[in-house]
């Protein structure tokens, strides 16, 4: 089956740690995105990428860092300088300008 | 530059009535429109979208939008409401116009509730 999977499910760190975020498609999409959903509200936009070996930040790219070495691959590092990480992350991907396709998701814990 | 508000928070409704998700929009090109739903802790999944076709879009599990351009509205409806459609509902736009493949804008999201 083609889509978008997303690791770990669950995550928890401590104050002070980086931590990545695994996202993997397998539709052959060229674009990929990464976005934050805090409680009650809609989604933000990280970093995405329209290319492999390129990105692009988002509206609060602030304390997060990506790469996309392999078209399949976009993975997000969440750094101790995000002051406020505990979150919700959907990674996306899109062929083009279309509608964006989802994973299940990431949410991320600091305690 | 681009906008979208979707006009309610939270929509209650009983099993077997209709369902209206209010969004309007603002765009400086010819938009893309699309709704998204979402259930607790999951990804979101594509219901709809619009890209300058027909007017009247049908998309999956009954829901169907309709771009009003004269209102700059691309309200969700459902004509019977499943329990199983109890979920987040999201309205995006994307101006077509703009070549950046990153600026799609959510809005706030829309929580309907399904009463026996």
């Known amino acids: 089956d083609g889509g978008i999977t997303q690791s770990p499910k669950y995550l928890f760190r401590k104050e002070g740690q980086n931590v990545t975020l695994s996202c993997e498609q397998n539709l052959n999409h060229d674009a990929m995105y990464w976005y934050r959903q805090d409680p009650g509200q809609g989604l933000r936009l990280i970093y995405y990428s329209q290319i492999v070996n390129d990105f692009q930040k988002g509206d609060i790219a602030e304390g997060y860092s990506v790469s996309r070495e392999k078209k399949e691959s976009f993975p997000l590092t969440v750094t101790s300088a995000q002051k406020n990480p505990t979150a919700f992350y959907l990674c996306?991907?899109?062929?083009?300008?279309?509608?964006?396709?989802f994973g299940p998701g990431t949410r991320l814990t600091v305690l | 530059a681009q906008s979208v508000t979707q006009l309610d928070s939270h929509v209650s409704v009983s099993e077997g009535t209709p369902v209206l998700l209010r969004c309007n929009y603002s765009?400086?090109?010819?938009?893309?429109l699309f709704w998204y739903v979402q259930h607790p802790n999951k990804g979101l999944q594509l219901l709809l979208k619009?890209?300058?076709?027909?007017?009247l879009v049908k998309g999956i599990n009954g829901f169907e939008a309709e771009f009003k351009k004269s209102e700059t509205s691309f309200h969700l409806t459902k004509p019977s409401a499943h329990m199983s459609d109890a979920a987040e509902y999201f309205c995006?736009?994307?101006?077509?116009?703009?070549?950046?493949?990153?600026?799609?804008?959510f809005g706030d999201g829309t929580t309907l509730t399904v009463k026996p």
């Open positions: 765009s400086s090109y010819s938009p893309s």
């Open positions: 619009y890209t300058s076709a027909a007017t």
């Open positions: 995006v736009v994307s101006d077509r116009g703009d070549t950046n493949a990153g600026k799609s804008t």
């Open positions: 996306a991907s899109s062929a083009g300008r279309v509608a964006q396709y």
